[in-house]
C-alpha cells in the first residue's frame, strides 16, 4: 500500500483549519485533528478517512445545534463546546492506530474494528446532544432512578433513539463506500449490522461507566453535580465518586475500544 503522508497532513489541515475557523475545534485540536486525519488518510485510505469526517461534521453541527437551551445542563461537562487536543485522540486517536494496523496485517477485521470505534463516539456524541434537549427528565441507566440533564450514566428515550441513528449513519456511509469500490451490496450489508450493533452497545457503556466509575464533582457554592474539578462558576469541587483516573475522556476512550473489538469479533462471524 502506498503511503502518502503529505497528501494526507494537506488534506487534513485544510479541513481541521475550518473546523477551526467554525470554533468546532480550539488551537490543541486543531493539531489532534491534523494528526488523527494524516494517520488515517496515508494508512487506511479515503473510505476510512470519510467516516471520521461523517462524524466530525455531524458531531460538530449538533454541538451547535440549540445550544444555548443546552447551557444550563452542560455546566455539567467536563467539556463542551470546540474540542482540545485530548478529546480528539479520545474520539478518533483509536481509529488512526487501527488505520495503521490495516496497512500493515491486511484483514477485513481492521475495518470491522474501525467501523465499530466510529459508530460509538458518534453514538456517544448523538445521544449527549440530542438527548440533553429532551422534555422528559433522564433516567440512570443503573437503578431508573429520574436524575437531572446533563448527568453522568443518565439516558434519555430521545438520547437513545439518537445513538442508534448515529450508529446506523456511519454503517451506512461505510456500505456506500464499498459499494463504490465493488457494487455487490449483498457482500456489504454486514458493516451496517456491525456498526448498528457496536455503536449502540458501545454508547450504553459509556453511560455505564459514566453513572459508575466516572468521577464526579460537587460545587459546594452552586450546589450541583459536575465532571470538572474546577466547575463553571470558578470554584474547585470536591470530589464525590468514582476512580480520579477515569474522566470523560477516559470513558470515551474506553468505550471506543469495546466498539472496534465488537466490530472486529462480527467482521471475523460475517465477514470471514
Given at each position: 500500500?502506498?503511503?502518502?503522508?503529505?497528501?494526507?497532513?494537506?488534506?487534513?489541515?485544510?479541513?481541521?483549519?475550518?473546523?477551526?475557523?467554525?470554533?468546532?475545534?480550539?488551537?490543541?485540536?486543531?493539531?489532534?485533528?491534523?494528526?488523527?486525519?494524516?494517520?488515517?488518510?496515508?494508512?487506511?485510505?479515503?473510505?476510512?478517512?470519510?467516516?471520521?469526517?461523517?462524524?466530525?461534521?455531524?458531531?460538530?453541527?449538533?454541538?451547535?445545534?440549540?445550544?444555548?437551551?443546552?447551557?444550563?445542563?452542560?455546566?455539567?461537562?467536563?467539556?463542551?463546546?470546540?474540542?482540545?487536543?485530548?478529546?480528539?485522540?479520545?474520539?478518533g486517536g483509536l481509529g488512526a492506530?487501527?488505520?495503521?494496523?490495516?496497512?500493515?496485517?491486511?484483514?477485513?477485521?481492521?475495518?470491522?474494528?474501525?467501523?465499530?470505534?466510529?459508530?460509538?463516539?458518534?453514538?456517544?456524541?448523538?445521544?449527549?446532544?440530542?438527548?440533553?434537549?429532551?422534555?422528559?427528565?433522564?433516567?440512570?441507566?443503573?437503578?431508573?432512578?429520574?436524575?437531572?440533564?446533563?448527568?453522568?450514566?443518565?439516558?434519555?428515550?430521545?438520547?437513545?433513539?439518537?445513538?442508534?441513528?448515529?450508529?446506523?449513519?456511519?454503517?451506512?456511509?461505510?456500505?456506500?463506500?464499498?459499494?463504490?469500490?465493488?457494487?455487490?451490496?449483498?457482500?456489504?450489508?454486514?458493516?451496517?449490522?456491525?456498526?448498528?450493533?457496536?455503536?449502540?452497545?458501545?454508547?450504553?457503556?459509556?453511560?455505564?461507566?459514566?453513572?459508575?466509575?466516572?468521577?464526579?464533582?460537587?460545587?459546594?457554592?452552586?450546589?450541583?453535580?459536575?465532571?470538572a474539578p474546577v466547575h463553571s462558576?470558578?470554584?474547585?469541587?470536591?470530589?464525590?465518586?468514582?476512580?480520579?483516573?477515569?474522566?470523560?475522556?477516559?470513558?470515551?476512550?474506553?468505550?471506543?475500544?469495546?466498539?472496534?473489538?465488537?466490530?472486529?469479533?462480527?467482521?471475523?462471524?460475517?465477514?470471514?
Amino acid at each position: 500500500m502506498e503511503v502518502n503522508i503529505g497528501l494526507g497532513f494537506l488534506i487534513s489541515a485544510l479541513i481541521a483549519a475550518a473546523g477551526y475557523k467554525k470554533r468546532a475545534l480550539t488551537p490543541g485540536g486543531f493539531w489532534g485533528a491534523v494528526l488523527i486525519g494524516t494517520l488515517i488518510i496515508s494508512f487506511g485510505g479515503w473510505l476510512w478517512f470519510a467516516l471520521m469526517l461523517v462524524f466530525f461534521v455531524s458531531s460538530s453541527l449538533l454541538t451547535r445545534y440549540r445550544r444555548e437551551e443546552k447551557k444550563t445542563a452542560g455546566q455539567k461537562f467536563a467539556k463542551g463546546g470546540p474540542r482540545d487536543f485530548i478529546q480528539t485522540l479520545a474520539n478518533g486517536g483509536l481509529g488512526a492506530v487501527l488505520a495503521v494496523l490495516s496497512s500493515i496485517f491486511s484483514s477485513p477485521l481492521w475495518f470491522g474494528a474501525y467501523v465499530g470505534a466510529m459508530a460509538t463516539v458518534n453514538a456517544d456524541t448523538w445521544a449527549t446532544e440530542l438527548g440533553i434537549l429532551s422534555r422528559r427528565l433522564p433516567r440512570l441507566i443503573i437503578n431508573g432512578a429520574q436524575v437531572p440533564p446533563g448527568t453522568s450514566g443518565g439516558i434519555t428515550r430521545v438520547g437513545f433513539l439518537a445513538s442508534v441513528s448515529a450508529s446506523l449513519l456511519i454503517g451506512m456511509a461505510a456500505v456506500t463506500g464499498l459499494l463504490i469500490k465493488t457494487a455487490a451490496l449483498h457482500s456489504h450489508l454486514w458493516i451496517a449490522g456491525a456498526a448498528l450493533i457496536s455503536g449502540t452497545l458501545g454508547g450504553l457503556l459509556d453511560s455505564l461507566l459514566g453513572a459508575t466509575g466516572q468521577v464526579m464533582y460537587y460545587c459546594e457554592k452552586c450546589r450541583e453535580e459536575t465532571e470538572a474539578p474546577v466547575h463553571s462558576c470558578g470554584r474547585h469541587a470536591l470530589q464525590i465518586r468514582g476512580k480520579n483516573w477515569l474522566n470523560n475522556d477516559g470513558v470515551n476512550l474506553i468505550s471506543s475500544v469495546f466498539g472496534a473489538g465488537l466490530g472486529a469479533l462480527l467482521a471475523i462471524f460475517w465477514a470471514g
